[in-house]
Each structure stands twice: as structure tokens, then as C-alpha cells.
């Protein structure tokens, strides 16, 4: 769940050995993120917004507009001296009516819990409610009448998921599975500012306090592949491959070696096609005593063959910190049997 700040601390870590006195666009974009390692606190809030989108037939059945007014929203709150984190994901479905889907995940990385309020189903908006009943012929309003005595408690996301999967996903694999997550992002960050220190400095500039990073197909292609390269047998990725899609580790092995092999022949295909075009630009705004105000990371894809074109928003905006939510006491969880 703190993947985010988890990563751009690597990156520091990275930065401290390059960085010189001597600024540039391209320093100063790589050490704002340097400044970062000093909040031992901090509040996150990441946004996906698409801008433009059309020639998919995935899409056919949507309104344009209404996709085009969607957005996902994800608020996250750490305190890396306590080791927990808060998260709330806000989901707007554009269209009318307008649908807001909001949920809170608290995590607490000594004891690898992760815990969500069951207000969030008892809260949610009246368009979102009476498109669940119209989905589960109203079980879904049937179940929270029956249960209203679990209003103000919080469901304990692993105990919830061993109910539901049969698996055993106790305290120890829980963490098992954290530090094998954290030691794929570490090595993928690690290996992004490889990649980026490798960029001539032409690709970064400055305006008006921002600083610019303009990445084409083919410098994409070449991050994507080290990444591939990369991660083609490390145990730490085959094992939470082989967790998520249920498979032994030599399957998921195996399996993973021919996705990885497709991946990177499209990637060829993709810069060696003219009619298709990828592009990523990157806009920092530094802060003093954040290190970054904003980052917007600008995607834009175009393929003049199969007349598609998408063009998305990545923003990440460092905000006040807001406190964090206390780790429910035992009484305050749903217990196993009610679950």
C-alpha cells in the first residue's frame, strides 16, 4: 500500500550518488524527489483521468462523454515511524446519474492487517445503491437491513479473504507477501532511474518553476524491456505471480517466460510501426519542504491505422498531512463467524 513513497525513497537513495553541485533541469527534477525522505509523514493523492479516447470497440457500449468524465482518485496517508497507512479510493462514474464509489483501506504494516469501515457500505449514495440491488435482485439492501449491527465496525480484509478463498492468508504470509512486494518495487525503481540518469540532459527542461521530461516510444520501449529483462526470473515477482493467479511456482514460471516474451516482441512492433505513436510527458513542480508539489505524467497514444487515440492524466499532488485513523480494537472488527 505504500508502494508510492516506498519507491521514490529508492530513488533517493539512488539520486544521492549522482546528484552534483552543478544544477540542471535535468538534477533538479531527479533531486526534488531527494527532499522527499525527510517527511516521515505525508498525505498523497493520486488521480487517473482520461481526456480523450476513441476507436476502441471496448468502449463502443459507453457514452464518451460520461468516460471522458470519469475519474479515479486515490488519497493515501503514512506514517512510516508508526508503519501504517491509510488510503481512500474514490471512484467518479460520469453520466446521469453520476455514480461516486467511496471505500477506505487502513493498514497496519507491523501485523500486516489491513482493515475497512463497513460504513462504507452502509453510507453509500442512493444512484450507487439502487444500481447493486438492480445487480444482486436486492441482496445487497436485504443484507445490510439484517445487519445493522455491524455499522461503525471495520472488516479485517485478510480474515474476509480466507472465508471467501479457503487459503490460509495469516499474519506471517501476509508479511511474506509485503516484503516480496516491496523488493519488486524497490528493484523497479531502482532500475527506472538507471534508465532515466541514462537520458541526455536535451529531455528535461524548465519553465516557470516546472521542470518537463518528454519520453517517445522508444525510450518507453527500452524501460519497458530492461523491466522485463529484469524481472524474467526473479523469485520475488514468480512468487506473488504465482499467488495471484493460483499456480505452482514452476507454472507460473513457465507461464510468466511466454508472457514476458510476447510482451517484448510487441514492444518491437510497437516502435517499429510508423502508423503508431507513444508518448509520456512528465511535469514536476518542486516544493521546498515537500520536495514535490505535483507531478502530472501526461499519456498519449495514437494509432493512425486502427484510427485509435487515447490520451490520459497521471497526477500526483503532495498535500498536508492529515492524521491517520487509529487501528481498531478487537471489538471494533467483525468477528470471523459474522464474516
Not at 23 to 50: G, V
Request: net charge negative; with cysteine; glycine share 4%.
Amino acid at each position: 500500500m505504500k508502494k508510492a513513497i516506498i519507491a521514490l525513497v529508492v530513488i533517493v537513495l539512488s539520486v544521492a550518488v549522482f546528484v552534483t553541485a552543478c544544477s540542471s533541469p535535468k538534477s533538479d527534477f531527479m533531486s526534488s524527489f531527494r527532499n522527499l525522505i525527510k517527511n516521515k509523514q505525508y498525505t498523497a493523492e493520486f488521480t487517473l483521468q482520461p481526456t480523450e479516447i476513441s476507436g476502441f470497440s471496448v468502449f463502443d457500449s459507453l457514452n464518451p462523454d460520461a468516460l471522458l468524465a470519469s475519474n479515479l482518485k486515490v488519497k493515501t496517508s503514512g506514517d512510516s515511524e508508526r508503519d501504517v497507512t491509510h488510503h481512500t479510493f474514490g471512484l467518479h462514474i460520469g453520466g446521469f446519474p453520476a455514480l461516486d464509489i467511496t471505500a477506505h483501506a487502513l493498514r497496519n504494516g507491523n501485523t500486516g492487517q489491513i482493515f475497512m469501515p463497513t460504513n462504507d457500505f452502509f453510507q453509500t449514495s442512493v444512484p450507487v445503491t439502487y444500481v447493486l440491488d438492480a445487480a444482486t435482485n436486492s441482496v445487497f439492501s436485504e443484507v445490510l437491513a439484517d445487519n445493522q449491527d455491524m455499522r461503525d465496525k471495520h472488516l479485517d480484509l485478510l480474515q474476509v479473504l480466507q472465508n471467501v478463498t479457503n487459503k490460509v492468508v495469516d499474519e506471517k504470509t501476509a508479511n511474506e507477501q509485503a516484503d516480496q512486494i516491496r523488493a519488486v518495487v524497490e528493484k523497479t525503481i531502482i532500475l527506472l532511474y538507471k534508465q532515466l540518469n541514462g537520458l541526455e540532459k536535451s529531455n528535461y527542461r524548465a519553465t516557470d518553476g516546472k521542470i518537463t521530461l518528454t519520453l517517445n516510444e522508444k525510450q518507453l520501449a527500452e524501460f519497458a524491456n530492461a523491466w522485463l529483462e529484469e524481472f524474467y526470473s526473479n523469485q520475488d515477482f514468480l512468487k506473488i505471480y504465482a499467488d495471484i493467479a493460483d499456480l505452482t511456482e514452476s507454472e507460473a514460471k513457465e507461464k510468466w517466460h511466454t508472457m514476458n516474451k510476447n510482451a517484448q516482441e510487441t514492444l518491437k512492433n510497437l516502435v517499429q510501426n510508423d502508423e503508431a505513436q507513444l508518448g509520456v510527458t512528465m511535469t514536476l513542480q518542486p516544493d521546498a519542504d515537500k520536495g514535490i508539489k505535483q507531478l502530472v505524467m501526461a499519456v498519449d497514444y495514437e494509432n493512425k491505422e486502427m484510427n485509435q487515440k487515447l490520451k490520459f492524466d497521471f497526477t500526483v499532488e503532495l498535500l498536508d498531512f492529515e492524521k491517520i485513523p487509529t487501528t481498531p480494537s478487537k471489538e471494533g472488527v467483525v468477528t470471523e463467524k459474522k464474516v
